[in-house]
């Protein structure tokens, strides 16, 4: 088992920045790619960004591009999430998630392990 822990979240005020992170516990050395998820006020969980452990792949849903990025510490099994120019549509829950397939991975469906989530809320 794997255990993915958040923190990091909070509000702020439309145009400003928090980090996210993640750390990771348990039995990680079979983990590929990670993950941060978001699910909004009445829509779907969606991907916001993922990558693959190495860190050589990456992906950002078309929203956050510019704005997100996301990173990891493979030595401290931490994943960042450091979003800028916040908006008040990038207020969800956010998720941290880890996957035993090769990454960057985009799909719920792909991913293994969950973390509880954090909240963001974004004010006008």
């Known amino acids: 088992q794997v255990q993915l822990v958040e923190s990091g979240g909070g509000s702020v005020q439309a145009g400003g920045s928090l980090r996210l992170s993640c750390v990771a516990s348990g039995r990680i050395f079979g983990i590929n790619s990670m993950g941060w998820f978001r699910r909004g006020p009445g829509k779907e969980r969606e991907c916001v960004a993922a990558i693959s452990r190495t860190g050589s792949g990456v992906y950002y849903t078309d929203s956050v591009k510019g704005r997100f990025t996301i990173s990891t510490d493979n030595a401290k099994n931490l994943v960042y999430l450091q979003m800028n120019s916040l908006k008040p549509e990038d207020t969800a829950v956010y998720y941290c998630?880890?996957?035993?397939?090769?990454?960057?991975?985009?799909?719920?469906?792909?991913?293994?392990?969950w973390g509880q989530g954090t909240q963001v809320t974004v004010a006008s």
């Open positions: 998630a880890a996957s035993k397939s090769y990454g960057p991975r985009s799909v719920t469906t792909a991913y293994d392990y």
